[in-house]
């Protein structure tokens, strides 16, 4: 007899209820937890959580209203999310991904979603689950370097004018530690926001200090920031996360006074003896801009050689809604074709 699946869902205000499902979690990063989810302003997060006997699919989600009209939509928050499972995504039987398709969409119909869009996780294994569904668009490759074999052979990936430009750093005075005062998480704040501004990034990629601050109070993660220093000067820093088995540089910044130097190689090299210390599996460095192979994403792969598949889910729930948002939207302003959802980008 084929077990029914039940949806169960978690508002912001349910902390203890949002940490028992992640917690349980077959693989999880820090961007499921409550805690990170708590930091969000742009709408309502929710964990939806789809029980089959003993086991539950939970899908991390911000819920929006869409101005001007009764419907809502969804988005992830900033990073990589996506959904999680006690049991890994290909070891799942075909019923039990059959059930939860069905019943998330009769959860999105019943609430009037019109769309979903979610950053999954490099790491693990989501594209397996809604392919079914669709929408899912490959944007490109995020490095991680392995931290399972020894340093020095981490270390002999790194492309070789990596490894001497870290040890010209070191032998010129640049060193290393972390952010233990307001001052200089403050200073880290300024530099990451200078950095920035200086590409003219939207205002979603801006975080003040305020930010920092409670980052790295949070309990259901462990988070620094590690600084590069130069003489009195803070040259370049990183927000590093250790979740589970997974280290990620969150945001990184490097004053500009100091971008020939590259100072950021230095701390790239200090996370990997760090999150190898710490027994992680994998360091995260992420992907280019929108998973271009930009010069970010060439910067990234001079230390390692392992690549995942950055995939984002564009989920239209209600066509015909959404081809009413749409038209409604275009009608006042033109639409930049290439971004999801459409109405949202006049």
């Not at 929006?64 to 995504?89: H, K, N, Q, V, W």
């Not at 200086?198 to 990629?205: E, G, I, L, N, P």
């Not at 000067?233 to 971008?259: C, E, P, W």
Request: contains cysteine; glycine residues 4%.
């Amino acid at each position: 007899m084929e077990k029914d699946i039940t949806t169960e869902i978690i508002s912001i205000k349910e902390k203890n209820s949002w940490n028992y499902y992640i917690q349980r979690a077959n693989e999880y990063d820090f961007y499921h937890t409550w805690d990170y989810h708590s930091l969000e302003k742009n709408g309502k997060p929710v964990l939806i959580v789809f029980l089959h006997g003993e086991d539950f699919i939970a899908f991390p989600l911000i819920k929006r209203s869409i101005e001007g009209s009764p419907y809502y939509d969804c988005t992830s928050a900033y990073g990589y999310t996506g959904p999680i499972s006690t049991l890994p995504f290909d070891m799942m039987d075909e019923n039990m991904i059959s059930a939860f398709n069905q019943a998330f969409t009769n959860y999105l119909k019943k609430e009037m979603i019109v769309t979903v869009f979610s950053r999954f996780h490099p790491l693990i294994n989501q594209a397996l689950l809604l392919k079914e569904l669709g929408g899912l668009h490959f944007n490109g490759k995020t490095i991680a370097i392995d931290l399972k074999p020894s340093l020095e052979e981490i270390r002999l990936k790194y492309k070789r004018s990596v490894r001497q430009k870290v040890n010209q750093l070191r032998c010129k005075g640049f060193r290393l530690h972390r952010a233990e005062s307001k001052f200089e998480i403050s200073v880290f704040a300024r530099i990451y926001n200078d950095s920035m501004q200086k590409v003219q990034a939207s205002a979603f990629y801006f975080f003040d200090e305020t930010y920092f601050s409670k980052f790295l109070k949070f309990e259901n993660f462990e988070s620094e920031i590690i600084l590069c220093s130069y003489d009195n000067d803070v040259t370049s820093g990183i927000l590093v996360t250790y979740s589970k088995n997974i280290m990620q540089i969150h945001l990184a910044a490097t004053d500009n006074r100091f971008l020939q130097e590259s100072p950021m190689k230095l701390l790239f090299d200090e996370a990997v003896a760090i999150g190898k210390a710490r027994g992680m599996k994998f360091l995260h460095l992420g992907s280019g801009v929108g998973g271009r192979e930009d010069s970010l994403y060439q910067f990234k792969s001079c230390f390692s050689d392992t690549s995942f598949e950055f995939i984002t889910w564009r989920y239209v729930v209600d066509i015909s809604t959404y081809n009413m948002l749409v038209e409604e939207k275009s009608q006042s302003q033109p639409i930049q074709s290439q971004l999801f959802p459409l109405y949202r980008f006049a």
